[in-house]
């Protein structure tokens, strides 16, 4: 499980802006958005392993 940074409106928040910038992003071009989307916040985090981890959760929460 990942540490909780953000608060739940803040995250409601980033959901809500992911979900418009989806929308918004053709959809033969999202999974390249969403890998863009990615790599920059990796670079934001600037912390390889808790990227490994927020990636690992990512996959293990698909269901």
Do not use: I
Request: proline residues 6%; glycine residues 2%.
């Amino acid at each position: 499980m990942l540490p909780k940074r953000l608060s739940t409106p803040a995250l409601e928040d980033a959901y809500d802006q992911l979900a418009e910038a989806l929308d918004e992003t053709p959809a033969d071009r999202r999974v390249l958005f969403l890998a863009k989307l990615a790599l920059a916040l990796a670079n934001l985090l600037d912390d390889p392993a808790e990227f490994a981890a927020a990636l690992e959760a990512a996959r293990r929460d698909l269901g």
